[in-house]
Each structure stands twice: as structure tokens, then as C-alpha cells.
């Protein structure tokens, strides 16, 4: 039933764009990774998994970040891309390194964005 629910969301998110960039926090990933089919694969641009914890690869761009503390998601991922010290699996969100790494990667992706500053603290 969740899982229905879930993709519902996904089409309709995936239906009002070209390309999707998205970033996850914990169990997003693997929630996506379920709501994901073959024709979807060509409309996500880029995945950046914040503190991923779930069973599965994503088929499609991905950049998983963890931070060294956060036991959670190394207990299911012992190898990431970008390993953060001193964060923990609440933390994300919170970290000016977080902030500015997603902003690189989505400025710098195929969605081609002009716009510097794409992501600003605070949510300006």
C-alpha cells in the first residue's frame, strides 16, 4: 500500500519535469530505489544520498555522502563517496559542508543550470 502511495508521488513528480535532480536523507534512497521502473531511469539527472540506509544500489547517478559518525548508515553502506568527519545521521542538514557540496553537484550537473548560488542557507 505504501509503495503505491509512493510511486504515485514519483510520477507525478517525475511527469511535471525533463530531468530530476534528488537529493535523500536515510531510507529515501531505498524508497526510490522501490518507486523506480526502466522508464524512469533517463529522467533522474543525479541522486545525492544524505546518510543513505537501505538494502540496494540506485541503477542511476548517485553520490552517497556519510558522515564518519553516523553508525546508521554504515551499518548498511561501509563505503561512500564523500565521507564527512565528525557528522552523525541528524546531522546532514545542518552542516555547511553538506550545503555546499549539494550545491556544487547540482550546479555542475546535466540539468544545466546558469544560476550560481542554486541552494542558499535558509531556503532563499
Not at 534528488?22 to 531505498?30: A, W
Not at 564527512?84 to 546535466?110: A, I, K, W
Amino acid at each position: 500500500r505504501y509503495r503505491n502511495a509512493a510511486r504515485r508521488h514519483w510520477r507525478a513528480r517525475t511527469a511535471s519535469a525533463e530531468r530530476v535532480f534528488l537529493i535523500t536523507r536515510g531510507c529515501g534512497m531505498e524508497i526510490l530505489y522501490r518507486c523506480l521502473d526502466e522508464a524512469d531511469l533517463a529522467k533522474v539527472a543525479h541522486v545525492v544520498a544524505l546518510g543513505p540506509v537501505g538494502w540496494n544500489s540506485l541503477p542511476v547517478s548517485c553520490t552517497l555522502v556519510q558522515g564518519r559518525e553516523d553508525w546508521i548508515s554504515r551499518l548498511f553502506f561501509s563505503r561512500c563517496d564523500v565521507v564527512l568527519p565528525g557528522l552523525g545521521h541528524m546531522d546532514y542538514l545542518d552542516d555547511p559542508r553538506v550545503l555546499q557540496f549539494t550545491n556544487e553537484r547540482l550546479c555542475g550537473s546535466t540539468l544545466n543550470l546558469q544560476e550560481p548560488g542554486c541552494i542558499s542557507p535558509g531556503g532563499d
